[in-house]
């Protein structure tokens, strides 16, 4: 018998007024435990209870904020197992990576507490003091994706409460129930109503978007919602954060060390299962090296072991989803038609679960669905060129700007070629290494606004400037 998962609107466990709806496991296509569905009701009531809690929490001081979200991180670490247990099932990971999340959770938790929002000074002089305060904006609306998605929600909440706001999520359908155990260990220690969690299968997500109750909109998904989110928040002027797609391009120069770093681009491109909105996404590779890096390459795709999370010993889960799955099977169907030619992988395995082994696609060119387009699984377009500034030109035609880096023994001359680069982070050397100190967010289509560190919590603020006339 699964665990009952409950919504979480105003302190309380509620059941769904709209029944359930099942959760499915990607290793083996079996209900993991049912989700509440919520009404649109429920969804009014959830933010009530938001706008109730924030008239208390948003006259908190700091210091009560710090404590409260201490105390959150104290209890994701004693439920870290258990956490760790619901995001292997309904995400599909292995294990070690849900446990990498589960770790990252925790430490997003208390590196956004020790933050300080310090009123700042702008003028002391004998006829005037003038402050900048930093005020928050009400109720904030969370809506996440299914990649990473206790992390992602933990990103969302945390700067949010430390700001003084209140919240309401709303998780994937696809993956809700870890982001209802958060729900339900953040309600321990937070007063009712700080923080809600609603789900239900789709509409509810636009619906907040148009919402007057709800005051910004802290987005991560693909760019077509982010857009249609754009579009239904400007009723009442929504403060927004998109955090959208991706193609990040990866550019290894001629002099790059590729024995040292063809496992870390492995790494960086197939992370979860390649299902990383700043994973490397299109690798160009010059001439010199480009027969010697796609064989490493492939042979690392075959090293690994494919099976449920669950298991011990499995390096690579399931696709989370069976319409991914498709997108990926579609886009290395195509790129062969086009002449490219797959050194690993390269189809489904036979079912069930949603597995497709880690595939490497050589001899493919931009113009080709697989590198124009964001694969999000587990297939890397390895793309040849001749001249760097060419590359440079290839890796910027894309209307995406979250990541990409450089690969490269001289860093004098990748960090000249990191700063042409059109997107939100480079990398030397490395991909897809986030840390809660620098702030991430992307240009282009990958969407507006920063997460993480001072900046990131900015955003869950307006400024409040205080001239105070001393004549
Ligand atoms: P998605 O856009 O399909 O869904 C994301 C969330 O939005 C889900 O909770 C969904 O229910 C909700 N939603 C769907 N339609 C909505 C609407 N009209 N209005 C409001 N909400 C709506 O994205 P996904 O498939 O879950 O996630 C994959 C995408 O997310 C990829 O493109 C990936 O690159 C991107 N992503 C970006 C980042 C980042 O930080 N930039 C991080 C992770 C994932």
């Not at 005037?128 to 969370?142: N, T």
């Not at 080709?368 to 440079?392: K, M, N, S, W």
Request: glycine share 10%; hydrophobic share 40%.
């Amino acid at each position: 018998m699964s665990r009952q998962y409950n919504l979480i609107i105003g302190g309380q466990a509620i059941a769904g007024a709209r029944g359930h709806f099942d959760v499915l496991n990607p290793a083996t296509e079996q209900v993991v435990a049912q989700c509440p569905q919520a009404s649109m009701d429920q969804l009014d009531q959830a933010v009530e209870a938001a706008q109730a809690a924030f008239e208390q929490w948003k006259l908190s001081s700091h210091a009560e904020r710090q404590r409260v979200i201490a105390a959150i991180a104290d209890r994701l670490e004693e439920r870290a197992g258990e956490l760790a247990d619901i995001i292997v099932q309904e995400q599909g990971k292995p294990r070690f990576l849900a446990e990498a999340e589960v770790g990252g959770a925790v430490a997003w938790t208390r590196a956004t507490a020790e933050l300080e929002l310090p009123v700042e000074v702008l003028e002391d002089s004998y006829a005037k003091r003038i402050e900048m305060h930093r005020k928050p904006l009400g109720v904030v609306g969370s809506i996440t994706p299914w990649n990473w998605p206790l992390m992602i929600a933990v990103w969302h909440i945390i700067p949010a409460l430390r700001a003084g706001n209140a919240v309401v999520c709303k998780p994937s359908g696809l993956t809700p129930l870890n982001t209802l155990m958060l729900g339900e260990i953040i309600n321990e220690v937070a007063p009712p109503g700080l923080v809600n969690v609603i789900c239900a299968e789709s509409r509810i997500g636009a619906a907040m978007s148009e919402h007057p109750g709800i005051n910004k909109i802290v987005f991560t998904g693909s760019t077509p919602t982010g857009q249609s989110i754009m579009s239904a928040a400007a009723g009442n002027l929504k403060r927004l954060t998109l955090e959208l797609g991706g193609n990040d391009a990866a550019i290894v120069l001629p002099d790059a060390d590729i024995d040292a770093s063809a496992m870390a681009i492995f790494q960086t491109a197939f992370l979860n299962m390649g299902q990383t909105c700043a994973a490397l996404k299109r690798l160009y590779v010059h001439d010199s090296q480009y027969d010697a890096l796609c064989q490493k390459l492939a042979d690392i795709a075959r090293e690994q072991t494919l099976g449920n999370g669950a298991d011990a010993g499995v390096t690579f889960g399931p696709v989370q989803n069976r319409a991914q799955l498709e997108l990926v099977t579609e886009l290395v169907e195509d790129a062969r038609k086009q002449g490219a030619q797959v050194l690993s992988g390269g189809s489904p395995l036979d079912g069930p679960g949603y597995f497709y082994p880690p595939t490497i696609v050589r001899d493919i060119e931009d113009g080709t669905r697989l590198v124009d387009e964001e694969q999000f699984g587990p297939v890397l377009p390895v793309i040849r060129y001749q001249d760097v500034e060419d590359a440079v030109r290839r890796a910027n035609a894309n209307s995406n700007g979250l990541g990409g880096s450089v690969w490269s023994t001289d860093i004098e001359q990748a960090q000249r070629i990191a700063a042409r680069l059109e997107c939100g982070s480079v990398w030397i050397n490395n991909h897809a290494d986030i840390v809660p100190h620098a702030p991430f967010g992307g240009c282009k289509m990958s969407g507006f606004g920063t997460e993480f560190g001072q900046e990131g919590l900015l955003e869950y603020t307006y400024p409040q400037v205080i001239h105070i006339n001393k004549e």
